[in-house]
């Protein structure tokens, strides 16, 4: 810049002005000089300029950096809450499962298939009666049911869960809805169920289809029973495969009900009140 004026300067001084001709080219010199000041004046202003947006430029990345920064601080707390939040819920479970005995039959066989009905309204009632579908025996119970699972998976075949544990409180609802002591037990004494130590279930093959077994489930009649004769082959070496792997797992089956199992330490366990929703995760 300084280069362009010193130059500006000396054509300015050294140029003729004796003659009219040298006043014209005065004049043009000026009007160059004219120019050439407006041309540094508009490359001082640019400059100013770019240093600004080059300035605005640094800025914006320094603030993207903290912002990248804020956004990394703020995953590492989310990732200590969730990791703070499942402990709290494991050690919930835990607390429970001192309290009561129950598990989730899923944190002891995961391979065990889950069909709760009464969480649904695919039963006899019609309605949904558990408000969540948290299947929950005995530990002791669980493992059997986990080691009946086992033998089963060899012969290439899964237990299908359709009942597990159930509140005092509900027992009463299906008390009230089928009072008969061949399939509802009495809740003024307690069902098995209620106790966690007890399992309606039934068999899947690898492709989840389940196995011919004489009835559907809760099907209240003589057709359930398991010296009813009238059952097809097929059936009827089910339900007998079925009854040996869980007696032999340590299980008593039922006479009048052939999905059902009461755990054979079932007297050791008490009658529960406690709710399915207390062991759902937050």
Request: hydrophobic share 40%.
């Given at each position: 810049m300084?280069?362009?004026?010193?130059?500006?300067?000396e054509?300015?001084?050294?140029?003729?002005?004796?003659n009219?001709g040298?006043?014209?080219?005065?004049?043009?010199?000026?009007?160059?000089?004219?120019?050439?000041g407006l041309?540094?004046a508009?490359?001082?202003i640019?400059?100013?300029?770019?240093?600004?947006l080059?300035s605005?430029?640094?800025?914006?990345?320094k603030?993207?950096?903290?912002?990248?920064?804020?956004?990394?601080d703020?995953?590492?707390l989310?990732?200590?809450?969730?990791?703070?939040?499942?402990?709290?819920?494991?050690q919930?479970?835990?607390?429970?499962?001192?309290?009561?005995?129950?598990?989730?039959?899923?944190?002891?066989d995961?391979?065990?298939?889950?069909?709760?009905r009464y969480?649904?309204?695919?039963?006899f009632?019609?309605?949904?009666?558990?408000p969540?579908?948290?299947?929950?025996?005995?530990?002791?119970?669980?493992?059997?049911?986990?080691?009946?699972?086992?033998?089963?998976?060899?012969?290439?075949?899964r237990?299908?869960?359709?009942d597990?544990?159930?509140p005092?409180?509900i027992?009463?609802?299906?008390?009230?809805?089928k009072?008969?002591r061949?399939?509802?037990?009495?809740p003024?004494?307690?069902s098995?169920?209620?106790?966690?130590?007890?399992?309606?279930i039934?068999?899947?093959d690898?492709l989840?289809?389940?196995?011919?077994m004489?009835?559907?489930?809760?099907?209240?009649?003589?057709?359930a029973?398991?010296?009813?004769?009238?059952?097809?082959?097929?059936?009827?070496?089910?339900?007998?495969?079925?009854?040996?792997i869980?007696?032999?797992?340590?299980?008593?089956?039922n006479?009048?009900?052939?999905?059902h199992?009461?755990?054979?330490?079932w007297?050791s366990?008490?009658?529960?009140?406690?709710?399915?929703?207390d062991?759902?995760?937050?």
């Amino acid at each position: 810049m300084e280069k362009v004026k010193r130059v500006a300067r000396e054509n300015l001084f050294n140029s003729p002005s004796s003659n009219g001709g040298g006043q014209l080219t005065g004049r043009l010199k000026l009007k160059n000089l004219a120019a050439i000041g407006l041309l540094a004046a508009l490359m001082a202003i640019t400059a100013g300029f770019i240093n600004e947006l080059s300035s605005a430029f640094q800025q914006l990345e320094k603030a993207e950096e903290q912002n990248n920064a804020l956004i990394k601080d703020i995953q590492r707390l989310n990732e200590q809450n969730a990791e703070l939040k499942l402990q709290l819920q494991k050690q919930k479970l835990l607390t429970l499962e001192a309290k009561t005995g129950l598990v989730k039959i899923e944190d002891v066989d995961d391979t065990i298939v889950m069909d709760l009905r009464y969480a649904t309204g695919n039963n006899f009632t019609g309605r949904k009666l558990y408000p969540v579908a948290i299947s929950l025996l005995q530990r002791g119970t669980a493992n059997k049911l986990k080691a009946a699972n086992e033998r089963f998976k060899k012969d290439g075949y899964r237990i299908k869960v359709w009942d597990a544990y159930r509140p005092l409180d509900i027992q009463k609802k299906f008390w009230e809805l089928k009072p008969d002591r061949l399939y509802v037990a009495n809740p003024a004494y307690g069902s098995k169920h209620n106790r966690g130590s007890a399992v309606d279930i039934t068999l899947v093959d690898k492709l989840g289809n389940e196995l011919e077994m004489p009835t559907e489930f809760d099907h209240f009649s003589e057709k359930a029973w398991r010296n009813y004769t009238g059952n097809t082959p097929e059936a009827q070496r089910s339900m007998e495969y079925l009854g040996q792997i869980m007696a032999e797992s340590g299980f008593i089956p039922n006479s009048t009900e052939w999905w059902h199992f009461d755990d054979s330490a079932w007297n050791s366990y008490p009658v529960l009140n406690i709710q399915l929703e207390d062991f759902a995760l937050d």
